[in-house]
């Protein structure tokens, strides 16, 4: 097995639910912290490589994760889940966990001494929406299939709390969509939102960008394509049909060719170089 390398002072948390570009570092000597909501689903992954191999992935069942309130002795025990994608597991912090900062502890089996305890700070807060994305785009849109006003679009995230669809606000490129479902999944720390597109003619293109807000908490934006009628939305680089559709397949397109060239010359004062660029449209 791959070894997954023991951080004894450093964790990197990743916002809740949020691709591995989006990661977020976080340092145990930094007693600020990050802000996650009370029952959210945390991806967790070492940043600091010492002396010491755990298995990668780490068995969930060889993991007791506690979050401990600051000031407090008495520990909440966290959901410990497998992981998808790096050596640590996932977590979902407790419901009740009350809000302000705590330290979060893993005790890994088989680390010997406090050899097998990663620790990091964090803080809790009541929300703090985080919505699912694929490299920046809501999961399951295609681009030659865009939404259109009056259908429902269904997004999944973490971090809603206690909140009801009611108290939620939806956004695409600013403009108002009705909430009208939100919904635990089967997936611990998991919630489902369904919205409408509205009849907006502004609304249109392949990367509208998508927000769930309540009060002053706003969730990470993602994009999603709409379009005022039905047919591939009208992509910024003007990328046609089937150029879409290969985007859509998960391949790629290519949209330029650079050369870069560098002449020396020999001059009665020395060597001169001179550099050029050539672009030219894939």
Known sequence: MTPCARAAAAVLFSLPWVSAQQLIPLDINDSSGTEFAAGSRVRLLPIRALDYAYPCPLDPETVRAELYPLGQEQSLPVLVLPSRSTCLPEIVLPEDAAAGPSELRLTIEGGGGDGGVLTAFLRVVPFLPVVETDGGALPGSKLTRPATPGSTTTVRLTGTGAKVA??????????PALVTGLRQTDSPGISELDLTVPSEPAIAGCYVVLAIASGARTSNRVTVPVMPRDGPCAHPFQLTAAQLQTLDDGGRVPLANVAIQRMFYLLGGGISAQAGVAIQRG
């Open 166 to 175: 009611a108290e939620l606000r939806a956004t695409l490129d600013g403009v």
